[in-house]
C-alpha cells in the first residue's frame, strides 16, 4: 500500500475496493508494456519501480466510485469498475511515469523511488527513448476503447504538460519569475494530468458535464498543491525518506514557491542581495554550506510557511468542488485523499 493510500484505512470497504482495482490496473499496465526484447523488458521492468504512490490511478478509481455510489453498496463498490476505468488509470500513470523518467534525464538525478535511475543505470539515451515508449505504448492502450473522447483528453493532457516542461526550462535560471508563471508551470506540468484522471474517472461512470467539470476542476487544484508540497519536499525533505534526488530545483536554476515567496517579502536591496547569493547557488556541485544557509534564510523568513498555506488553500478549494458528488464513502475517500496530499513527507 503506498503511502497516500494508508491514510484511507478508515475508508475499509473503499481501500478493499481500491486495492483490487489497482492489483487489475498493475495487470493492464504490465502487458501493456510487455516486450519480446530482452533489453526492451528489463527496462520495463526497472522502470516498473517507479510505481509509487499510484495517486493519478487512485484517482480515476475513486472518481469513477464516488460518481457512481449510488449504484452499489458500500461493500461493493468494486461493481462500479469496468475496463475503461482500468485503462484510463493505466494511460495516465503510463503518461505519468514517461514524465517522470524524462525528468530525471533533465535534472540529472539519481535516484528515483529509494533505487537507482534508469539515466544513472543506463545512460541518457536508453532513458529518453523508454519515456518515448511508455507514452507510445499509453495511447496504443487508450486507443482499444471504443470512444475516442478519452484519448483526445489524455492527448490533450500530455501536450499541456509537456508545455508546462518547456516554460520551466525557458525560465531555468529566470530570478524574476513571477509567482503567475509559477503556477502556469505546475498547471501544466503536474495538476492538468491529474485533473484529466479525476475528470476521466467521473466520464467513465456516465457523470454528467457538471460534476465531470467539478472533478476536472478538484484535480488540478489538488495537483496545484501536490506540486507545491513536492518543491518545499526538494527543500526540505530528506532524500532516505522522499526517496529520490533532492535540491535539484535551485541546482538547476528553478524558482519554485518558497523561494519566491522569501525573495518577495525582502526589501529591495536586500532581494538583490539575496538574488546575488543564490545566482551562484543555481549550478552542480555549488556549496553545500552557502546552500544550506539560504535553505535556512528561506525557512526563517516564513516563505514555507506561507507556501504550505497556499497549498492548503487549493486543498480545501478542491474538497468544495466535492458538494457535486452524491454522500457515500467513496466521496469521503477523496476528502481523506486531497487532506494527504498536504500530509505527505515522499
Do not use: W
Not at 85 to 113: G, I, K, Q, S, Y
Not at 175 to 197: H, N, P, Q, W
Not at 256 to 267: E, F, G, K, N, V
Amino acid at each position: 500500500m503506498s503511502a497516500l493510500a494508508s491514510h484511507l484505512a478508515p475508508h475499509a470497504g473503499v481501500l478493499a475496493a481500491l486495492d483490487t482495482s489497482l492489483a487489475d490496473v498493475a495487470r493492464v499496465f504490465d502487458e501493456q508494456l510487455k516486450s519480446p526484447l530482452a533489453p526492451v523488458q528489463n527496462l520495463v521492468e526497472h522502470v516498473e519501480r517507479y510505481r509509487g504512490k499510484m495517486l493519478r490511478p487512485m484517482l480515476v478509481l475513486l472518481s469513477g466510485m464516488a460518481c457512481a455510489q449510488r449504484h452499489a453498496s458500500p461493500d461493493d463498490l468494486r461493481s462500479l469498475i469496468s475496463r475503461e476505468h482500468l485503462v484510463v488509470a493505466a494511460t495516465v500513470e503510463m503518461v505519468h511515469m514517461a514524465t517522470l523518467v524524462h525528468d530525471d534525464v533533465l535534472d540529472e538525478a539519481d535516484v528515483r523511488r529509494k533505487g537507482l535511475t534508469v539515466n544513472k543505470l543506463h545512460g541518457n539515451e536508453p532513458a529518453v527513448i523508454l519515456g518515448d515508449y511508455l507514452i507510445a505504448s499509453a495511447y496504443h492502450l487508450c486507443a482499444t476503447l471504443p470512444e475516442v473522447g478519452p484519448s483526445r483528453a489524455i492527448g490533450r493532457a500530455a501536450v499541456l504538460t509537456a508545455s508546462g516542461e518547456l516554460l520551466q526550462l525557458h525560465n531555468r535560471g529566470n530570478l524574476d519569475l513571477s509567482e503567475e508563471t509559477y503556477f502556469e508551470i505546475i498547471r501544466g506540468k503536474t495538476a492538468e494530468l491529474i485533473a484529466t484522471a479525476c475528470e476521466l474517472g467521473a466520464a467513465a461512470s456516465g457523470a454528467d458535464e457538471p460534476t465531470r467539470r467539478a472533478m476536472s476542476e478538484f484535480g488540478r487544484a489538488i495537483g496545484s498543491a501536490f506540486q507545491i508540497q513536492d518543491d518545499i519536499l526538494d527543500l526540505l525533505g530528506e532524500q532516505a525518506v522522499v526517496g529520490k534526488s533532492l535540491g535539484k530545483d535551485i541546482e538547476k536554476g528553478k524558482l519554485t514557491l518558497p523561494i519566491l515567496r522569501y525573495l518577495a517579502s525582502l526589501p529591495a536591496d536586500q532581494r538583490r542581495a539575496a538574488r546575488a547569493r543564490l545566482a551562484p547557488l543555481c549550478v552542480p556541485n555549488a556549496s553545500p554550506d552557502q546552500l544550506a544557509s539560504f535553505v535556512r534564510d528561506v525557512n526563517a523568513s516564513g516563505a514555507v510557511a506561507s507556501a504550505r498555506s497556499t497549498a492548503a488553500s487549493l486543498i480545501a478549494l478542491a474538497k468544495d468542488q466535492l458538494r457535486v458528488l452524491p454522500a457515500g464513502p467513496a466521496r469521503e475517500a477523496l476528502v481523506s485523499l486531497a487532506d494527504a496530499v498536504l500530509e505527505r513527507s515522499a
